[in-house]
């Protein structure tokens, strides 16, 4: 028989012991060529530019009206 508890952990405890296991936001930025919302380190989903040089090509969606 392995080894047990000898006392219920309370829920407070249980609760402090848990404090940093929340799902956190990720952390945006401006992007410089086009000023929309990017992760931080990453390429820019709008414009393509990573650092400001071009690194991947968009292409836009034709709007249907």
Do not use: F, W
């Amino acid at each position: 028989m392995g080894a047990l508890p000898k006392k219920k952990i309370s829920s407070s405890r249980r609760g402090q012991r848990r404090s940093h296991d929340h799902i956190q936001p990720v952390p945006l930025t401006t992007c410089t060529q086009c000023g929309a919302k990017k992760p931080t380190h990453r390429v820019c989903p709008t414009c393509g530019t990573y650092n400001g040089n071009q690194v991947l090509t968009i292409k836009i969606k034709p709007v249907a009206e």
